[in-house]
């Protein structure tokens, strides 16, 4: 064997041992990066907690003037719009066909939708403000999907699974308002909202985010023990005369 041979031995088990190395280090940088992002998740969850509990409290600490009784105010504020699907039973759109029910699925609809009006069919011109119905603290708010997350963070939000852009505020009377689909929220979670005729909060705008399948705003109302209540009971209806249709979920 030449000297030339063994150097190149020597060289080729120099390097098996830095690939070996080196793929150890990488094994073990990944694991450490995967335990950091869940205990970030983690953290994450426990944050938000922590926000809905503080906000609770703001809400509970709240002045005695601030209004809390019905009726409550609209939360669209413009006059143009259409009224599709009320609180109730009403054909489904995402279960599908049923024996039980003579091949029409039903569902029971828990809130309010609230659409644009049939003369602007087209997607994204209407994109009414959303704004609260009575005055309150946000507990709970889901930007959008697609939303920049925060800096330093990179990447997006995914929005709420079933409501997208999503804002829920607690009254001080212990119901909550929940506001769902929208294309670009305004507040965070603590934030004091203000209803009325004149500068309320703009929650955000009207959107198609979630499951939708129009441009629209998805409304609810629940009392102190989570029970969700017709909203047409409790909010001022500025076109009480208008016919409801059925076309957005």
């Known amino acids: ?49 922590k926000e809905k509990v503080e906000a609770a409290l703001i809400a509970e600490r709240a002045p005695p003037d601030i209004k809390i009784e019905p009726m409550w105010g609209f939360p669209i504020a413009r006059s143009d719009y259409r009224l599709t699907d009320a609180f109730g039973l009403r054909p489904s759109r995402l279960v599908g066909l049923s024996l039980e ?7 029971f609809h828990n809130g309010l939708d ?21 005055d309150g603290v946000v507990v709970d708010h889901w930007p959008p999907e697609g939303t920049p997350l925060p800096w330093p963070k990179v990447g997006f939000y995914q929005g709420h699974e079933s409501y997208g852009g ?48 129009g441009e629209h705003l998805h409304f609810e109302i629940l009392d102190s023990d989570g029970n969700r209540l017709n909203p047409l009971l409790y909010i001022e209806n500025p076109m009480d005369d208008k016919e409801t249709d059925n076309d957005d979920d």
């Open 101 to 107: 029910t003579g091949g029409a699925a039903i569902d």
């Open 114 to 134: 609230i659409a644009r009006p049939e003369y602007l069919r087209v997607e994204g011109l209407w994109r009414a403000q959303v704004v609260p119905v009575a």
């Open 166 to 213: 999503y804002v829920e505020i607690l009254h001080v009377n212990g119901w909550k308002t929940r506001y769902g689909h929208l294309s670009w929220t305004n507040v965070h979670i603590g934030d004091r909202v203000r209803a009325g005729d004149v500068w309320p909060t703009v929650l955000g705008r009207t959107g198609n985010t979630g499951k939708s399948d």
């Open 1 to 49: 064997m030449t000297y030339r041979q063994f150097y190149l031995i020597i060289i080729a088990f120099v390097s098996l041992l830095l690939i070996g190395a080196g793929v150890l280090v990488v094994r073990f940088v990944s694991s450490q990066w995967t335990q950091i992002s869940t205990l970030e998740s983690e953290l994450s969850a426990m944050e938000k907690e």
